[in-house]
T-cell receptor, first 115, second 116 residues
């Protein structure tokens, strides 16, 4: 069974600075998807960024980018130029290609952005 | 275009009761998954419905059951409620493509269930 671990329960960053959230996962599969989701206090889970395991190039979405290290099973999220609106709980998630119905989530990292 | 909607927003029940939560998927989506999110934890997969059938199930007891209607909306039913069932219940929908796993999953705002 796949597992996802987020080792940082809480992180803080100064507005306009850069922060990196860590995520490691365990799987025996070679093809899968990895996701970062943002869950603000309003509770709506929003997709931030997605990475296909077969792609060597790291995904980027505006100020959000990932560092995907397949051999190390590591998938960190970098937020550049942090904004107050980035404050939220961030979840790392894994989804198999063969078992596509289920996403496995980590326990989240609470990000605080200081003005 | 409405996203995923869930009802009710909040619900309070007592132990032993039964509850039904509802989900309407995003327009164009035909697959619905349900997740349980306990306080301070990540969502846990309950099950997924596609073509009105349960396609996959997580590690949840039979007290948790569901249904999908022809219009793709879905219900989650929980019988014999326990205190430990208190959680945020999230519904997620997607469009099932040929590859099955390439499409993006969209989440609803959730239903907060409190069991007293």
């Amino acid at each position: 069974a796949q597992t996802v671990t987020q080792s940082q329960p809480e992180m803080s960053v100064q507005e306009a600075e850069t922060v990196t959230l860590s995520c490691t996962y365990d799987t025996s599969e070679s093809d899968y998807y990895l996701f970062w989701y943002k869950q603000p206090p309003s509770r709506q889970m929003i997709l931030v960024i997605r990475q296909e395991a077969y792609k060597q190039q790291n995904a980027t979405e505006n100020r959000f980018s990932v560092n995907f290290q397949k051999a190390a099973k590591s998938f960190s999220l970098k937020i550049s130029d942090s904004q107050l609106g980035d404050a939220a709980m961030y979840f790392c998630a894994y989804r198999s290609l063969t078992n596509a119905g289920k996403s496995t989530f980590g326990d989240g990292t609470t990000l605080t952005v200081k003005p | 275009d409405a996203g995923v909607t869930q009802s009710p927003t909040h619900l309070i029940k007592t132990r032993g009761q039964q509850v039904t939560l509802r989900c309407s998927p995003k327009s164009g989506h035909d697959t619905v998954s349900w997740y349980q999110q306990a306080l301070g934890q990540g969502p846990q997969f309950i099950f997924q419905y596609y073509e009105e059938e349960e396609r996959q199930r997580g590690n949840f007891p039979d007290r948790f059951s569901g249904h999908q209607f022809p219009n793709y909306s879905s219900e989650l039913n929980v019988n014999a409620l326990l205190l430990g069932d208190s959680a945020l219940y999230l519904c997620a929908s997607k469009e099932t493509g040929l590859a099955g796993g390439t499409d993006t999953q969209y989440f609803g705002p959730g239903t907060r269930l409190t069991v007293l």
